[in-house]
């Protein structure tokens, strides 16, 4: 099974060739430049709602990187959020507090409970990250946060979210004005998309009518997979609410004048009583945005600004630094355990390029015997519970190196990771960036190694040119481990060998017993 990353960046390439030329789209041509803010200290931080002063403060926040500064001054005070942002910042820059602290603090002085923002991520594991950070902030000015992600069941899920009218004993009630009662929960919802259908189609009560604010973090990755059509789902529930109350633009002016309509951002309730409603806000964001104008126009951006960090298109973190393994090809597992031996027990997260190599490395490496760290295995083919379990482990330090597919790639923050090991080197600059940004987060210092065979070398470094990274040094790990590991190295592989046929054995078995299982049902029935 190949994986999902890959064919993402496969259909993407053509747009990372044109890295000198200007974006195609007139409004990315003149961005405002993220990299021109300091980290700004919130004594100096323009109309911050005191009470979350104290929220970030208990966060370990004492001052805001940049990129939140930029989204700050672009949304808070006045004229806010006039325009829909799209934001370009590298990984770990702290993109996921640039939206919520703003969206937060424009909701703080809401006083009826419905649902105002929605943020949608293309992960569970990402969107539970995501939910934490406004956990932390939104609780201090009286907003609660829902998750729709599939964690748990959906009627635990519709509990949380939705909140029932308390009945009179003994009244009868018609179910449908009982629908009518039924209010959200929850002030802002974090969500995937296939979760988010789920409620939008089957959950009493689940309403976007209010909605102000929709944030898509993980932009390119959104955009690039349908999913039920969620992005024209939601867009078409939160403008028809628009348009019951107050005529949109569309209804004026005709369609191909696209997303230039009358600006209407009101700071009222949305949609009580009457009142015009505001417009709905879009922030899209990511670590490696996409200029392509067919998959933006998606969107339907109002007037967008576009933010971004220098010149450049893509940006690896400035405190990363980036070195090449050179190995044979079929010793790669025996340098791979050499290296994580020179890395003495760090974190470390090593990427293959398809679940199924994950598991037979993870596998394999797991044959030696007196490994001095705990290898686990995180990919798209081991169950929902069980990957969240190895990364609780992973975060508290239990297991120190994690065999990745690209699942993780995009956004997962864990505190502590020192080195990103590319076990395959990555065909495309955007999954170098996305895996290598696992690392040095926040200002922190972080290494990438890409093993390779020797003339593969090249490749790397024209990948690594489109990022602006002209340094990738050659490091190199001692002959005596990679010495000492080759004579285990042929008995791990028998039994990985004994341990994929039993694998295929135990499949077949399942995949035989099924129809009979389905045979008998049917004859219950
Ligand atoms: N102002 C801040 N001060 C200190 N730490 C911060 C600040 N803002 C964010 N962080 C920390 O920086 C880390 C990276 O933040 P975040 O996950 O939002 O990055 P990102 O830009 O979304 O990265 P990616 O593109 O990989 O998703 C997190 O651990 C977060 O807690």
Redesign the pocket.
């Known amino acids: 099974m190949k994986d999902f990353a890959m064919e993402e960046e496969l259909a993407t390439e053509q747009e990372t060739t044109k890295k000198n030329k200007l974006p195609v789209i007139p409004w990315m041509r003149d961005p405002i430049d993220i990299s021109l803010c300091d980290?700004c200290p919130f004594d100096s931080l323009p109309f911050i709602d005191p009470r979350l002063e104290v929220a970030l403060q208990n966060m370990?926040?004492?001052?805001?990187?940049p990129?939140?500064l930029a989204v700050w001054q672009e949304t808070i005070g006045p004229g806010s959020f006039e325009r829909d942002l799209c934001i370009n910042?590298?990984?770990?820059?702290?993109?996921?507090?640039a939206y919520a602290l703003p969206i937060v603090q424009m909701l703080s002085t809401r006083t009826i409970k419905c649902l105002r923002a929605l943020v949608v991520l293309p992960t569970r594991d990402l969107a539970v990250?995501v939910k934490e950070?406004f956990a932390a902030l939104a609780p201090a000015v009286g907003l609660s946060v829902g998750l729709a992600v599939g964690q748990s069941s959906i009627a635990d899920e519709i509990a949380e979210l939705i909140k029932k009218p308390k009945l009179d004993a003994g009244i009868f009630y018609d179910s449908e004005d009982f629908s009518q009662e039924l209010r959200s929960s929850v002030d802002i919802l974090v969500a995937t998309p296939g979760r988010l259908m789920d409620h939008i189609h089957n959950t009493k009560g689940f309403t976007l009518e209010h909605l102000c604010y929709l944030v898509v973090d993980?932009t390119d990755r959104l955009l690039r997979e349908a999913y039920q059509s969620w992005l024209p789902t939601v867009l078409q529930m939160a403008y028809s609410s628009n348009q019951s109350l107050f005529p949109s633009a569309d209804d004026i002016i005709p369609p191909t004048f696209g997303s230039l309509k009358t600006i209407r951002s009101f700071g009222v309730e949305r949609g009580f009583k009457g009142r015009p409603h505001p417009r709905l806000v879009k922030m899209v964001l990511?670590?490696t945005l996409t200029q392509d104008p067919s998959k933006l126009a998606q969107l339907d951006l109002h007037h967008p600004l576009f933010l971004t960090t220098g010149q450049r298109r893509y940006q690896l973190p400035e405190q990363l630094k980036s070195f090449q393994v050179v190995c044979k090809s079929k010793l790669k597992p025996i340098y791979l355990l050499a290296l994580l031996g020179t890395l003495q027990g760090e974190k470390c997260i090593v990427f293959t390029s398809s679940v199924e190599s994950t598991h037979r490395l993870c596998t394999l490496l797991n044959f030696f015997d007196d490994l001095k760290f705990k290898i686990k295995e995180y990919s798209r083919l081991q169950r929902q519970s069980i990957r969240s379990k190895t990364l609780r482990a992973f975060r508290a330090g239990e297991v120190e190196v994690l065999i990745s597919s690209d699942a993780m790639t995009?956004?997962m923050?864990v505190?502590g990771v020192k080195n990103v090991i590319n076990y395959d080197m990555p065909a495309f600059i955007k999954t170098y960036i996305?895996r290598a940004?696992r690392t040095a987060?926040?200002g922190q210092t972080g290494r990438c190694f890409t093993l390779l065979h020797k003339d593969e070398g090249k490749k790397l470094k024209k990948l690594l040119q489109k990022a602006d990274n002209e340094s990738c040094p050659v490091y190199s790990v001692p002959s005596e481990s990679v010495e000492s590991l080759l004579p285990m190295y042929n008995s791990a592989l028998e039994r990985l060998k004994e341990s994929v046929t039993s694998e295929m054995y135990r499949k077949r078995k399942v995949n035989i017993k099924s129809p009979n299982v389905i045979k008998t049902k049917q004859k219950a029935v």
């Open positions: 980290s370990g926040i004492t001052s805001l990187f990129v939140q910042s590298p990984t770990g820059s702290g993109k996921t507090l990250q950070v993980e990511s670590a995009r956004g923050d505190e996305h940004g987060r926040a």
